[in-house]
């Protein structure tokens, strides 16, 4: 598998795998993950549906039973308990929607300290490829890592 022979055909075929991939993620994604514009825009088409809602999702108020969120400029709120949740935090979250302009929560994950995993995860991702890019080198001709002399 990891010989040198073949190895267009094997480029070709593993970019081909990557594009169905993408390709199927673009499709049934979008069935769903909604974001609440949609669903706001939609009330009759979206009543009583399961819908998960988790790109850019904060809480903007909290109260004893209920909370409300907010998407790119959409507010809604949310009934079901907050469970240590306060303003500013980002969540994803599992409900049912209601023509109303409500959500009735089923399920729900805050996403703590999210940008400092992600800041962490670059770094180390950084550090690995340096690492790696001092003993390898890229060559065109053949397509593939060598080590450097």
């Known amino acids: 598998m990891f010989s040198d022979n073949h190895r267009y055909i094997k480029i070709t075929l593993l970019i081909l795998i990557l594009a169905v991939l993408c390709l ?14 949609i669903c706001l825009a939609n009330a009759d088409h979206f009543d009583g549906r399961e ?3 988790e790109n850019y999702v904060y809480v903007s108020s909290v ?7 907010e998407q ?6 949310v009934m079901g308990a907050p469970e240590e949740l306060a303003p500013g935090d980002e969540i994803a979250l599992r409900a049912i929607f209601h023509r109303e302009g409500y959500l009735t929560l089923q399920e729900l994950h ?32 053949d397509l ?5 002399a």
């Open 72 to 77: 790119e400029g959409s507010r809604i709120p």
């Open 63 to 69: 109260s004893k039973d209920r909370f409300a969120i």
């Open 110 to 141: 805050i996403k703590k300290l999210r940008t400092i995993k992600i800041i962490i995860s670059l770094a180390a991702s950084l550090f690995v490829a340096v690492l790696f890019l001092k003993s390898y080198r890229f060559t065109l001709k």
């Open 24 to 37: 199927y993620s673009f499709r049934e994604g979008k069935r769903i993950y909604i974001d609440l514009g």
């Open 51 to 53: 819908i998960v809602v």
């Open 144 to 148: 593939q890592f060598v080590e450097r």
